[in-house]
T-cell receptor, first 112, second 107 residues
Framework: ETGVTQSPTHLIKTRGQQVTLRCSSQSGHNTVSWYQQALGQGPQFIFQYYREEENGRGNFPPRFSGLQFPNYSSELNVNALELDDSALYLC???????????FGNGTRLTVT | KNEVEQSPQNLTAQEGEFITINCSYSVGISALHWLQQHPGGGIVSLFMLSSGKKKHGRLIATINIQEKHSSLHITASHPRDSAVYICAVNTGNQFYFGTGTSLTVIP
């Protein structure tokens, strides 16, 4: 039981649409990060938020954006979906940058 | 060139064998993470290291900062250890991941 929950678990969208994925972290986890994992690959870092401010970003275009809320929940928004956005999206939270990561079970997004 | 390289990519072992998975990285790091991923996607954090060695049950993780290398060892492997093991490094505000080592332990 990691205490990190993601919703929805599965999602099917059409190319060009927009999607919002949600993550609920444990109380006290001020840092949340999001990752994209294509089938058969390792995760890729999208971005990190600390106390509602983005403080790190991987090599993803601006159509990937996020929000972190004071209640330890966060969102990943993807605009103008492309077929290559089909992947497992994972969030992970921790109390601070010196703490272990606690992962959610992910949202599997399929873009058709 | 990938910032994190893992070896081997795939590993099959007999139950009871001693297993080593290696991770090399090319960037300056604040911490290295060993993660375990089971089919279905859930990831569990096994270790976070910035120096030395850590042990948890049958699992041991070591890191050599000067050589930019880490190893994950599993002693007395068991079929329930079958999973993908992923090495990830944190450079402060960035994470880089290896492609994972798929381990199968045969009874």
């Amino acid at each position: 039981e990691t205490g990190v929950t993601q919703s929805p678990t599965h999602l099917i969208k059409t190319r060009g649409q927009q999607v919002t994925l949600r993550c609920s972290s444990q109380s006290g986890h001020n840092t949340v990060s999001w990752y994209q994992q294509a089938l058969g690959q390792g995760p890729q870092f999208i971005f990190q938020y600390y106390r509602e401010e983005e403080n790190g970003r991987g090599n993803f275009p601006p159509r990937f954006s996020g929000l972190q809320f004071p209640n330890y929940s966060s969102e990943l928004n993807v605009n103008a979906l492309e077929l290559d956005d089909s992947a497992l999206y994972l969030c992970a939270s921790r109390t601070d940058t010196g703490s272990p990561l606690h992962f959610g079970n992910g949202t599997r997004l399929t873009v058709t | 060139k990938n910032e994190v390289e893992q070896s081997p990519q795939n590993l099959t072992a007999q139950e009871g064998e001693f297993i080593t998975i290696n991770c090399s990285y090319s960037v300056g790091i604040s911490a290295l993470h060993w993660l375990q991923q089971h089919p279905g996607g859930g990831i569990v954090s096994l270790f976070m290291l910035s120096s030395g060695k850590k042990k948890h049950g049958r699992l041991i993780a070591t890191i050599n900062i000067q050589e930019k290398h880490s190893s994950l060892h599993i002693t007395a492997s068991h079929p329930r250890d079958s999973a993908v093991y992923i090495c990830a490094v944190n450079t402060g505000n960035q994470f880089y991941f290896g492609t994972g080592t798929s381990l199968t332990v045969i009874p």
